[in-house]
Every structure is written in structure tokens, then in C-alpha cells.
């Protein structure tokens, strides 16, 4: 009878193994931190020995058929964890899989380089994050002072706190960078560029950087990169924070947050208000002070987010800011009486939709209406300029998975701009634009340690009625391998575009300055590529080696005739192209810690053979923390290379170097949080300009104090 019944269980076995074999099982969970809770994008999920697998998605949530026997295991690993090991026939239910952490590593997610949540590390593009909540960045006032640091990035600042900033990326000028802030368009298009003194930090949690051309997936204005402000997600429960900061020259910042997250729904508003003297001293005498550079600032920001069925989120944002500022100009045409006022509001609602793998729909709609009123009451040439300019703007998309290994997206976006202006008139511009994106991963959830390839290709067409049609092509590749350590090798080639600014194109022709309606659009063209290594000895450390060879034709500059009138044309090709190095170390515990960035860049005229204006050939950066009971300390220090300033190169700015040191501590007191910060800037008072006839202040001191709940 034993041999019967041996016989029969042996039997049921090999019955088992057979129609898992055939038909497989299917596996599903959810894989968390054990400490945070937080989901795990990217963990491994693989059937031993040689069976299937998957990776799991940005809630950490995987499903596939698996196709081993039943006496096979379920192994699930991420990198800086303990990996997990199951029996695959004991799965019946949802897995709800918890890991633990046995290192701190850098497990930073993206969303701009794919157009959904990534590992960093895994996409096949050069980017970075900057984390604004980091002690480093606490008292920073705009977005220009968060990105100064940044690899590749050059802030062209026009006089301290108050000054324009506008942003380049790897040689590509302020006009060819784009910036979004939750997927909406913050480029004017009335200049093309940003003043990213007009934006404070207020309800942003993380600033994505993307460098190199992404004109296939975002269109004009991207040659360069793009600049991705990600807005504040409050945690469960309500929270408040109450900060104030006091500095040199008269600064004073006043900010007041509120958030609340329950299980369906989470929602912040917040406050912001800086005031400023500007009257910083002048030179190394520092006996003259800095004329009408006083301003003040005052910000809004409103966001909510939920579900309002299983399938269906939205999410609802408004921001608005308003500036009023002395405009000084340069010191070499002062204007002692000359005021600008400024006034945005921006409003978007977005939707997503996810009724299957096939259909994931996402919508999002905006509206921004932007005022600039500029007066100068010289009594020689005054000047009252207006500008109202109206940006309405939709996108629908979808995304389908097609096959576990295979993702397709696909999309359109209208955007309709009207500019009311003294200057220039009532011109109108119509933006439509129809995109295609596939994610191909041809061995997703094989076995952990074994290359993963993901070919990325994508194709953008856009028109415009005033500047033509493009189209944008772009393919990427990406190759990764983790196990203990991680490798994460990437290359692109695409082309780009800029379509010429309202101002560029319909400036009326007068005896100084004139538009030219005949200008084409800037086209560009790059290849790039790059390593990131990943692994622990004695901490935590991050590698980054990336080289970039660009070219815009038909570049858009400003030049003067015979008569000294100013009109833009298509005058220059340039060649770009430049190597950089990033290198980061954490400490086990987080400690200490340090990230050095160096850039080195070369950006010339294609015909001349000179080099571009305000194109610095080296860029390095250093920031570290040390992280003690009751203190942390953090200093920085950055050396930027001399700038020529004109196009013949025969004049230049020197380079420069500034340190910065900061001291905090963090007070508990209950449920209150208290932290205090105090910061000097520019410690060995080093006078400069990064733009000829526009100086930077000296040594500045900035206080900060932060209460939570």
C-alpha cells in the first residue's frame, strides 16, 4: 500500500510540475521597504533556478506567469537589501514582500528622461536630482541659487539675489533649456528663456535635470536639456512648517507651509515672501553701494491630488508669484529710477486614467498668464513697456504594454500663446505636436547580475504656423547590471530644435532694434553617452563618466548693422562638446558625505573658430556635509573658468571661486522640530561678475529658523 501511495504522490508531483510547466503560475505582490513602507522601483523578482521573472514597478507592485516547476523558489533582491527566498509552490495569495536595508545607496527615481518614475541609474540618459529639502539648499532664495551647483549648469546671474538668472546646460544658451514644473511649460514665449529669479522653492520638492537634447520628447526650447521642477507630496497625516530667514543687504524671507495626506487624498498650500535691499558694496574698496536693487517677492502655491476611483487620479496646481524690483542695469549704463514689475499665475489639472496594461491614459490641461510692466522715467529716453502674454496648454497620452518586455507611448499636445505688448503688437502662436515613444527591455526579469538592455527610440513632430514644422528622432540605449554593485553604461544620438521667440521674430523695427520675420529655427543635432558605477567599500560610492558632441546650425544671434540697429539672424553654426565627471560618497549611516561635479566644455563657432560668449571652459563643484549628534555641517565651493564676452574673443571675464560654509542643528521639542541654520556665503569675499557690468555681492551671512510639526 506504501508503494501505491508513493507512487500516487509521485504522480500528483510530476502532474503539478507538468501544468506549471504548461500553463505557469501567475505571481503578483508588492515589494516595501521594512523600515519607510515606501514601494521599491526596480527590485528583482526571479523564479530559481532558471525559471522567469519581472521587475517591479513605481509602487513596487510586479505580476508575471511563472514558468518553472513546483519545486522551484522565488528569489526577490535589490540592490543595498537583503534578498528574499520563497518555495514557489507554497505562493497562493498577493505577496506582500518587506526588505531590509543593509546599505544606503543611491536609489534615486526620475521621471522627465521616460516620461514615467525610473531608477536613475537605469535610464538611458545624463541626469541629476537635486533634493530641496536638503540641508544645502535650505536658504537658498530661487530656483537660479538651487541649480548653481549643478553639473554642466551655468547660471548667468545679472546682479545678485534680485538680479535676471537664466540658465545654460552643456553650452546650450538660456533660450535652448527647457523648464517644466510637473509636466506644465515654464518658458515665456514672448523671450524664450526663464528668470529663474522669479521663482522661489516654495512647494518644490525635487528639481530633475536632464542634459542633452530632448527635443523627441518635448519639443522646442530642449536643445540643451530640461529642467524639471517636481512639486511637494505631503506625507500621511497634517504637517506644518514655519520658516524665517534674516541676511545681509536687507534680505528677509518669511515662508509658511501646510500639508495633510490621508488614504485618498493629499494636499499642501503654501506661502512665500522675500524682501531685499540689494546695496551691496561695490568693488574691493567697497566704498560705493549698488543703486535701485531693492525688491520684493511674494508667492502662492496650492496643490491637491487623490483618487477619485481605483483607476482614477487627479491632481489640481496653482502657483503664483509677483515680483517688484529696482532694475540698476549694468555699470556701464546705469538706471537710477528704472522699475519693473512682474506677475504670473499658473493653473493645471491633470488626470490619469489606467483601465488596463493597454490603456493608461493621461491628460493634463494649463492655463498661465503672465504681466510685465517696465518703467523708466529717463528723461533722455523713457521707456513704459507692457506685456500680457496668454499660454494655454493640453496633452493627452497613453500608454500601452504591449508585452511585459514592451512599452508604448503615444501622444499629442496643443498649446495656443497670445502676447499683448506696446512693443510688439497682439502676435499669436499655435503649438501642435504628436509624439511616440517605445521602452524595449528584451530580457526584463532574468536572472540578477545579468546584463538588462533597454532601447529606447523616439519620434516628435511639431508645427508651428509662424516657424514651420520639425520632426525630432531620437534613439537611446541603455545597458544595466546590478548585483552587489551597479552598472549602468548609456549612448543617444537625436536631433533638436528652437523655434525663434516672439521677440526675435515681431520686434517692430525701430532706430535701435528690429525683428526679423524671416528667421528659421535653430536646429541641433548631438551624440552622447556614459558609465555610472555603483558599489559599497567603506560606504557608499557613485561614479559618473559622461562626453557629449553637439551641433546647432542656424543658430539666432543678435548683431548690428552699419547704422548700430540690432536684428537677429541666422548667422553661426556651432560646435559643441564637452566631458563630465561626478563623483559622490556617503557613509554607512549617512554620516558624512560629500558629491564633486567637473565639467570641462569647449563651445565655438563652427566658421570663426572662436569661442561662444558666456560658454565657461571648466565648471567644478564641491559640496559636502558632516552629519554630528546635534549638528551638521556643510560647505561648498565652485570654480568657474573665464567667459569671453564678445564674439571675437578678444575680451574676457576672469574666472572665479567661491566657498560657502553652513552650521545647523535640529532641535526636538515634542512633536515640534526645530531647526536652525545659519550660513556664509562668498566666505573669502570674492568680488565678481559672471556678466560684464553686472557684480555679485561679497561675503553675505543668511540666518535661518524652522518650525515643524
Not at 366 to 389: G, K, L
Not at 499 to 509: E, G
Request: with cysteine.
Amino acid at each position: 500500500m506504501s508503494k501505491r501511495f508513493f507512487c500516487g504522490a509521485a504522480g500528483v508531483l510530476l502532474l503539478a510540475n507538468l501544468a506549471m510547466a504548461q500553463n505557469g503560475k501567475i505571481i503578483r505582490g508588492q515589494i516595501t521597504d521594512s523600515q519607510t513602507g515606501k514601494p521599491l522601483l526596480g527590485a528583482n523578482i526571479f523564479v530559481m533556478p532558471n525559471g522567469s521573472g519581472a521587475i517591479s514597478d513605481t509602487q513596487g507592485r510586479f505580476r508575471f506567469k511563472a514558468s518553472g516547476s513546483a519545486a522551484d523558489s522565488l528569489r526577490i533582491s535589490f540592490m543595498g537589501y537583503r534578498p528574499c527566498t520563497l518555495a514557489l509552490a507554497e505562493i497562493q495569495d498577493e505577496l506582500n514582500i518587506k526588505l531590509e536595508a543593509t546599505t544606503l545607496l543611491f536609489a534615486e527615481t526620475v521621471v522627465t528622461a521616460t516620461r514615467q518614475s525610473s531608477l536613475r541609474a537605469g535610464v538611458p540618459s545624463a541626469t541629476e536630482l537635486v533634493e530641496i529639502n536638503s540641508p544645502q539648499n535650505l536658504a537658498r532664495q530661487n530656483l537660479g541659487e538651487a541649480l548653481s551647483q549643478s553639473q554642466s549648469v551655468f547660471v548667468k546671474e545679472y546682479g545678485g539675489v534680485n538680479g535676471l538668472k537664466t540658465i545654460n546646460v552643456r553650452g546650450a544658451g538660456e533660450g535652448q533649456v527647457l523648464v517644466l514644473t510637473d509636466g506644465v511649460r515654464l518658458n515665456n514665449p514672448q523671450s524664450g528663456s526663464v528668470d529663474a529669479s522669479l521663482f522661489s522653492l516654495v512647494g518644490i520638492d525635487k528639481i530633475e535635470i536632464l542634459r542633452g537634447n530632448a527635443s523627441a520628447q518635448y519639443g522646442s526650447e530642449a536643445i540643451g536639456g530640461v529642467i524639471h521642477l517636481r512639486s511637494l507630496q505631503p506625507a500621511a497625516g497634517f504637517s506644518s512648517a514655519i520658516q524665517t530667514s534674516g541676511g545681509s543687504f536687507g534680505a528677509f524671507n518669511s515662508r509658511v507651509q501646510l500639508g495633510y495626506g490621508s488614504a485618498k487624498w493629499r494636499g499642501a498650500v503654501a506661502l512665500d515672501r522675500l524682501v531685499s535691499d540689494g546695496d551691496f558694496p561695490i568693488g574691493d574698496a567697497g566704498k560705493i553701494k549698488r543703486q535701485n536693487n531693492s525688491s520684493q517677492r511674494r508667492e502662492i502655491f496650492a496643490r491637491l491630488s487623490g483618487n477619485l476611483r481605483d483607476d482614477l487620479s487627479v491632481q489640481l496646481l496653482h502657483r503664483r508669484n509677483r515680483l517688484e524690483q529696482g532694475v540698476p542695469g549694468s555699470l556701464h549704463f546705469l538706471s537710477d529710477d528704472a522699475q519693473q514689475k512682474d506677475s504670473n499665475h499658473l493653473t493645471s489639472a491633470a488626470l490619469e486614467w489606467n483601465l488596463s496594461p493597454l490603456l493608461q491614459f493621461a491628460a493634463q490641461f494649463s492655463a498661465e498668464r503672465r504681466d510685465q510692466r517696465y518703467d523708466d522715467p529717463d528723461p533722455f529716453f523713457p521707456i513704459a513697456s507692457r506685456h500680457h502674454v496668454a499660454s494655454d496648454f493640453g496633452s493627452l497620452q497613453n500608454r500601452a504594454k504591449l508585452h511585459q518586455t514592451f512599452d508604448l507611448l503615444i501622444g499629442g499636445e496643443i498649446g495656443h500663446y497670445r502676447l499683448t505688448s506696446t512693443d510688439l503688437g497682439k502676435p499669436e502662436r499655435t503649438q501642435r505636436s504628436a509624439f511616440l515613444q517605445a521602452e524595449w527591455q528584451p530580457f526584463l526579469g532574468t536572472r540578477p547580475g545579468r546584463w538588462q538592455i533597454k532601447v529606447m527610440p523616439s519620434l516628435r513632430y511639431d508645427d508651428y504656423p509662424d516657424a514651420g514644422h520639425r520632426a525630432s528622432p531620437k534613439l537611446a540605449l541603455g545597458l544595466n547590471r546590478q548585483s552587489t554593485t551597479r552598472l549602468h553604461v548609456h549612448g543617444s544620438f537625436g536631433k533638436s530644435f528652437r523655434v525663434p521667440s516672439m521677440n526675435d521674430l515681431f520686434w517692430p523695427a525701430g532706430p535701435f532694434v528690429a525683428g526679423n520675420p524671416s528667421l528659421l529655427p535653430e536646429r541641433g543635432r548631438e551624440v552622447e553617452g556614459g558609465v555610472l558605477y555603483e558599489f559599497s567599500a567603506a560606504g557608499n560610492w557613485q561614479l559618473e563618466l559622461a562626453g557629449f558632441n553637439s551641433k546647432i546650425e542656424d543658430l539666432i544671434v543678435w548683431i548690428s548693422d552699419a547704422n548700430f540697429r540690432y536684428s537677429p539672424v541666422n548667422l553661426e553654426n556651432a560646435k559643441i562638446s564637452g566631458v563630465e565627471l561626478s563623483a559622490a560618497w556617503r557613509s554607512n549611516g549617512d554620516r558624512l558625505g560629500w558629491r564633486a561635479n567637473y565639467t570641462r566644455l569647449s563651445a565655438k563657432n563652427e566658421a570663426s573658430g572662436k569661442n561662444l560668449v558666456y560658454r565657461p571652459a571648466e565648471k567644478f563643484d564641491l559640496l559636502a556635509n558632516l552629519n554630528l549628534r546635534c549638528f551638521t555641517l556643510g560647505g561648498s565651493f565652485q570654480f568657474t573658468g573665464k567667459r569671453f564676452i564678445n564674439a571675437d574673443n578678444s575680451r574676457s571675464l576672469p574666472g572665479y571661486r567661491v566657498t560657502n560654509f553652513a552650521l545647523s542643528r535640529k532641535i526636538l521639542f515634542g512633536e515640534f522640530n526645530t531647526l536652525l541654520h545659519v550660513e556664509m556665503r562668498n566666505v573669502f569675499d570674492r568680488h565678481f561678475s559672471i556678466i560684464d557690468g553686472y557684480p555679485l555681492p561679497g561675503r553675505e551671512w543668511r540666518a535661518t529658523l524652522r518650525l515643524g510639526i
